[in-house]
Structures are given as C-alpha cells and as structure tokens.
Nanobody, 119 residues
Framework: QVQLVESGGGLVQAGGSLRLACAAS????????MAWFRQAPGKEREFVAR????????DYTDSVKGRFTISKDNAKKTVYLQMNNLKPEDTGVYYC????????????WGQGTQVTVSS
C-alpha cells in the first residue's frame, strides 16, 4: 500500500512561485509513474505533470510548460512540483498521484493541497 501526502500549497500573488512536495510511504516500485493533477473550482480534475520513478520521459500539460518543473528525490521518496510565474488560472487543489502499472491508471492519491493565485 502506498500513501501520498502533499505539502507546500498556499496563497501567492500572480508572478510568484511555490514548491509543492509529495512524500510517499510504502514501497514504490521502479516502474511506478508519479504525477501531479489539479482541480479548479467547478472544473474537472486535470493532469499537470508526470515523471517515472526510474528513468523515462517527463511530460507536462501545455499550459504549464516553461513555468512548472516536476522532479523527484528517490532517497527521500518525494516528488516535487516547482511552480514559477504563477497565474490566477493555476488556482486549485493540487493532487499527487501514483500509477502502479496495475492497469487501472493512477491508483494512489494524496489528499490534495490548495494553491491560490491572486491577481
């Protein structure tokens, strides 16, 4: 069983930065994919970025390319999302997720952390 706990959310002005962290407990296998999703008020949850636990490509949704960076520290079992040049449309609850490659998609989720960007 894997547990994910997000931290680092908060209130920031447009143009500012935040760094989210996702601490994982339990066994993370090398074939897992870790990701960040977000959900704005009144909207569906959307994919933001993903990174393989071992080697592999990193992907971002178009709206955050060049502003957000996903990274990981395998020794600390932590995934990060560095968010720069934040915009009001980045406001939402940010969720960390893990895909164990069991065939059901992202099967582990954190509780979420609120990010609010004021204009």
């Amino acid at each position: 069983q894997v547990q994910l706990v997000e931290s680092g959310g908060g209130l920031v002005q447009a143009g500012g930065s935040l760094r989210l962290a996702c601490a994982a407990s339990g066994h993370i296998f090398s074939n897992y994919i870790m990701a960040w999703f977000r959900q704005a008020p009144g909207k569906e949850r959307e994919f933001v970025a993903r990174i393989p636990w071992s080697a592999g490509s990193i992907d971002y949704t178009d709206s955050v390319k060049g502003r957000f960076t996903i990274s990981k520290d395998n020794a600390k079992k932590t995934v990060y999302l560095q968010m720069n040049n934040l915009k009001p449309e980045d406001t939402g609850v940010y969720y960390c997720a893990a895909n164990s490659r069991s065939g059901v998609g992202f099967d582990y989720w954190g509780q979420g952390t609120q990010v609010t960007v004021s204009s």
